[in-house]
């Protein structure tokens, strides 16, 4: 099951995931997850903005911002949606179900 | 195989990718639809169904080939050039052959074990014989 994301905000219940059509979307849009942390005022936006088109087509823009305002946690959302957006991708490469990777790999 | 791992994604859009990998997804099966706009890790769901349907599809040619050499054993006899005159060949199978099921794999097993210990149990049984014969 695709990961999603549920927002409730004045009284509406919103679902927030990406599908590869909305991913392609978005891209067309100038989204580009390459770009996210050298220009995040652009992305950001369009990143939340994009996990609205799969089951909210017609939700307004200023709406959107005005959701995104409000949100709390704003670091772990943005990693979560990069996160789900990336899905997108990595669910179309082979694993090997079962096996366990033996290379360990950390932030610095 | 999927056509993505052998080249850096940084390079490629990812509607480039989606498209690249599209035709495959097709061939095993699964709508553009579902592709596009469906849940995204139903494709993990196709990769494993269409592997289920491979190993389906080679344990029916296997099956294919032991009928044939089943056809051809039968027959045998009456293909040989010096076959006596009257030879006529064996009946076909009159029933197709059982699945070796897991079940049927553990029972034989099972009975295996039975066996060995029944061989051991009258080894033994031997040996304490000799041993009271001689011991008398």
């Known amino acids: 099951m695709a990961q999603q994301i549920r927002v409730s905000f004045n009284d509406e219940e919103y679902t927030l995931e990406y599908t590869r059509a909305t991913a392609k979307a978005m891209e067309k849009g100038g989204f580009d997850i390459n770009a996210i942390s050298s220009q995040p005022n652009t992305m950001i936006p369009l990143l939340f903005a994009g996990a609205f088109l799969c089951h909210h087509r017609k939700v307004k823009e200023e709406t959107i911002n005005a959701i995104f305002n409000k949100m709390t946690n704003k670091e772990a959302l943005i990693n979560k949606l990069v996160e789900m957006y990336a899905d997108t991708v990595t669910t179309l490469l082979e694993d090997a179900e079962g096996e366990q990777g033996n290379a360990s790999w950390e932030v610095c | ?136």
Request: proline share 5%; hydrophobic share 35%.
């Open chain 2, 1 to 136: 195989m999927l056509g993505l791992s052998d080249e850096p994604s940084q390079t490629i859009s990812i509607a480039d990718q989606f498209n690249r990998v599209l035709p495959y997804y097709i061939s095993i099966g699964m709508p553009t639809d579902e592709f596009w706009n469906g849940d995204v890790e139903l494709v993990k769901a196709y990769r494993k169904a269409w592997e289920y349907k491979q190993q389906q599809w080679n344990i029916q040619a296997y099956l294919n080939g032991v009928y044939t050499y089943q056809a051809i054993v039968r027959v045998a006899p009456i293909l040989h050039a010096f076959a006596k005159r009257g030879t006529k060949p064996m009946p076909y199978l009159d029933k197709p052959l059982e699945m070796d099921t897991k079940e049927q794999q553990e029972i034989k097993e099972q009975n295996k074990s039975r066996e060995l210990q029944d061989k051991i149990a009258s080894a033994f049984e031997r040996f304490n014989k000799s041993f009271r014969k001689k011991n008398k």
